[in-house]
C-alpha cells in the first residue's frame, strides 16, 4: 500500500508542480480583471504613492548589494546607513496606504506598524552595526570583503537570525504581518482591488527580496564562493534566504501584536547588543599589539 501511495504521488509530482508555477499568474490575472474599490473621500495622490514608496525603498536597497567584486549599482560607503534608512521609509509608505483609503481598519493597521517600528529598526541597526565591525567599514562592498576567510553569520551566530526575524517584520511578512493582518479583515490593504493590490502586493515581495539580499551580502559572504561566478553565489545565496522567508510565512502562525513587543524589548533586543558587544570585543582582541 506504501509503494502504491508514494508511487501515486511521484506520479503526481509533475502535475503539482505545473500547478504551484501557474497559480500566481493566475491570481495576477484575475486581480488585473478586477475594478479598483473606490472609497469615501479618499486621498489618491497618497494611495498611488504607497507603493511606489515600497518599490522604491526595495530598489534602493538591492542598488547597494554587489553581484561582484565591481559590480554594484551604487557604490555607497555608508551603505549600511542607506539601507537602514530606506527600510525606515517603508513605515511612512505603510501608514499612508493606510491612511489614505479613509478606511477604519486600513488605518488602524497603519496604526499597528508604525507603533511596532522601534521593534524592528533597533534589532535590525545593531546587527548591522555588529556585522559592519570586523570591516571596521560601513559599505556593502567592504563588509564582503572582510568575510574573505570567514562569514559572518559563522562569526556572529546571533546576526543572521536577528536580522531575518527584524527585516521580516519591517518587510510585514508572515507571522509578523501585523498591518495587513486578517483579524483587520487585510488592514491596509482592504480597500486595495484590481491592479491597486496587484501593484502592492507586488512591491510587498520586492521588499523581501531586497531584505534577502542584504542578508546574503553581510552574514553569508555575498559573491564570495568557489568555482562559480560572484552573481550566480549571490543569487544563489539570495534565494536560499528568500526560501527560509517564505517558508516561515507559511508555516507559523501570526502572533499577537503586544507579545512580539514583549519579546522585542526583552529578548530579541538584548540579544542584539550581546552580538554588537561580542563583535566589537572580537575586533579589539583581533589587533595586533
Aim: charged share 10%; with cysteine.
Amino acid at each position: 500500500m506504501i509503494d502504491t501511495l508514494l508511487s501515486s504521488w511521484v506520479a503526481g509530482a509533475p502535475v503539482r508542480f505545473r500547478q504551484a508555477l501557474s497559480l500566481p499568474v493566475q491570481k495576477g490575472a484575475l486581480s488585473l480583471m478586477k475594478g479598483q474599490t473606490v472609497t469615501e473621500r479618499p486621498d489618491n495622490v497618497l494611495w498611488a504613492l504607497a507603493p511606489a514608496l515600497v518599490g522604491a525603498s526595495a530598489a534602493t536597497c538591492l542598488a547597494l548589494v554587489p553581484l561582484s567584486a565591481n559590480g554594484v549599482a551604487a557604490q555607497v560607503e555608508s551603505g549600511i546607513v542607506y539601507f537602514g534608512a530606506a527600510m525606515a521609509l517603508v513605515m511612512v509608505a505603510v501608514y499612508l496606504n493606510g491612511w489614505s483609503a479613509n478606511s477604519m481598519f486600513s488605518v488602524i493597521g497603519g496604526y499597528r506598524f508604525i507603533a511596532l517600528a522601534l521593534s524592528y529598526e533597533m534589532p535590525l541597526a545593531l546587527v548591522l552595526i555588529a556585522a559592519a565591525l570586523p570591516a571596521q567599514s560601513l559599505s556593502v562592498s567592504d563588509i564582503i570583503d572582510s568575510q574573505a576567510g570567514l562569514w559572518n553569520v559563522v562569526r556572529q551566530p546571533l546576526g543572521l537570525p536577528l536580522y531575518l526575524i527584524a527585516s521580516s517584520g519591517l518587510a510585514f511578512w508572515g507571522p509578523l504581518n501585523f498591518p495587513d493582518a486578517n483579524d483587520l479583515g487585510g488592514g491596509t490593504e482592504i480597500e486595495l482591488s484590481g491592479v491597486d493590490r496587484l501593484l502592492w502586493r507586488g512591491a510587498h515581495l520586492s521588499l523581501v527580496v531586497a531584505a534577502a539580499a542584504m542578508g546574503a551580502a553581510v552574514f553569508l559572504g555575498g559573491w564570495r564562493g568557489p568555482y562559480l561566478p560572484g552573481p550566480l553565489w549571490m543569487c544563489a545565496k539570495t534565494i536560499a534566504l528568500i526560501a527560509i522567508i517564505l517558508f516561515a510565512g507559511h508555516t507559523f502562525a501570526r502572533v499577537r501584536l503586544e507579545w512580539f513587543v514583549r519579546i522585542a524589548w526583552t529578548i530579541l533586543i538584548p540579544a542584539s547588543l550581546i552580538d554588537v558587544f561580542g563583535a566589537g570585543i572580537t575586533v579589539l582582541l583581533s589587533k595586533p599589539q
